[in-house]
């Protein structure tokens, strides 16, 4: 039988193996969290402005402008409306919509028991999320 020796292998090559192996475990251990990242359901839809036009003096359209960045129309719920001072309000109509992909406006008319001037802080739900934004609205 014969026996061939094998020479012993450096800590130099080790060394250079593990150095070369090693953004290739680590790119293969953060690909799974980024392709899970790209294809989970996240909803983002902004308000970005809101415009308000007095109809009378107590009458209130407010323009809700919208971005969705999804591909699909999502929910928009007006949650409540306060101020300014201790002004109630009528229920919105509407009280929700679908704020379609992109670029969107709402209008939602509201009646106010008093002509009180100020802020009126309007707290609305958007993929599960509150969101609050106000408007100034005046006689």
């Not at 593990?18 to 799974?32: E, N, Q, R, Y």
């Amino acid at each position: 039988m014969t026996h061939t020796s094998v020479p012993p292998v450096s800590r130099r090559a080790v060394a250079k193996g593990a150095a070369w192996s090693l953004p290739v475990v680590a790119f293969a251990a953060s690909a799974p969290a980024a392709r899970a990242s790209v294809t989970a359901d996240v909803c983002v839809v902004d308000i970005t402005g809101v415009g308000v036009k007095t109809v009378n003096g107590k009458t209130v359209t407010l323009t809700f402008s919208t971005q969705n960045y999804e591909s699909s129309a999502r929910q928009v719920t007006i949650v409540s409306v306060a101020g300014p001072a201790n002004t109630e309000w009528s229920a919105p109509s509407p009280a929700s919509w679908q704020a379609a992909p992109g670029i969107s406006t709402q209008q939602v008319t509201l009646t106010r028991a008093n002509n009180a001037n100020g802020d009126a802080v309007v707290t609305l739900l958007a993929c599960g999320a509150n969101t609050t934004t106000s408007a100034y609205v005046s006689r």
